[in-house]
């Protein structure tokens, strides 16, 4: 069992900053694939970033590339969302989810059998 907790968003400037984290509980963290996803009002939640269970390779989309750099701490079992030059649209609640699966797209809400609660993240312009 895995339980993830959220912490770090919040109200920002666009063109800010803010970093989000994932502070994991059980065992299982450093087996675990790491995701963040986000959820808009009225809209699909979608993949934002993910990383691979030895931090070895990191995947993100198009609209975030650049931007956002996800990182993982197996000592602390956290994983952390780096974002910069936030936008008005990457406005959402964030979500950390954990992957035990070996095998599927990581880009794939279905791949992760663990979520948080989520964080909201607010860019004014």
């Known amino acids: 069992q895995v339980q993830l907790v959220e912490s770090g968003g919040g109200l920002v400037q666009a063109g800010g900053s803010l970093r989000l984290s994932c502070a994991t509980s059980?065992?299982?963290?450093?087996?675990?694939?790491m995701g963040w996803f986000r959820q808009a009002i009225g809209k699909e939640r979608e993949f934002v970033a993910a990383?691979?269970?030895?931090?070895?390779?990191?995947y993100y989309a198009d609209s975030v590339k650049g931007r956002f750099t996800i990182s993982r701490d197996n000592a602390q079992n956290t994983v952390y969302l780096q974002m910069n030059s936030l936008k008005p649209e990457d406005t959402a609640v964030y979500y950390c989810?954990?992957?035990?699966?070996?095998?599927?797209?990581?880009?794939?809400?279905?791949?992760?059998?663990?979520w948080g609660q989520g964080t909201q993240v607010t860019v004014s312009s």
């Open positions: 989810a954990a992957t035990t699966y070996l095998s599927g797209s990581y880009y794939s809400r279905r791949r992760y059998d663990y």
């Open positions: 059980g065992r299982t963290f450093g087996s675990a694939g």
């Open positions: 990383i691979t269970r030895s931090g070895g390779t990191t």
